[in-house]
């Protein structure tokens, strides 16, 4: 049975992360948000969509350059054929952007799992701790733990202003010292 280390609960308030993410109340009460295991991303199907919506107001805006020729007005071809281009790459831009956060994402996933799966959450305390003390010894707030697993992973410049500014509690000393011995050395 596990124990958390900050109020003593144990049964069914302590779960591993995975399944306190899972449990049908953990999306209303934003619980998978604060323990999330990697930053949301657009799917390769949304990017494709974002670029069909781009290309059609580019088009939408060359067609304006194009009345703009036919009907002898300086004004719809310059701006029709501005708005055109500034749609173009800046779609292209967008599309850029998603493609790298998939990238960002896909790249950390097997550290992110290898530190969120062992995890426990404490509903009692809304802490998480890791049973065996490690990777990590003591036990964490949700926003501390989400901190850590997204900059263990990578994904550090996704967390919001907040989380970038949260202090991680030091980590206490391994080994003998760490119960009243002698420091590690030979």
Partial sequence: MVVCPRCGASGPSVRTVPDACAAPDAPGSGLSDRLAKAPGTESRFDSVLHFL???VLAAVCAGLAQHG????????????AFLAVLLFVGTLWVIRGEARERAIVTAGRPRADELWTPAHH????ESVFYPTGSPWPGPLTTDQFRKYVWTEAGYGKQLDERLRQLELPPRAPAGPAASGGAPDHA
């Fill in 69 to 80: 020729v036919q009907n002898d007005k300086p004004l719809f071809t310059i701006g029709g």
């Fill in 122 to 125: 404490c509903a009692s305390c």
């Fill in 53 to 55: 919506e781009g290309m």
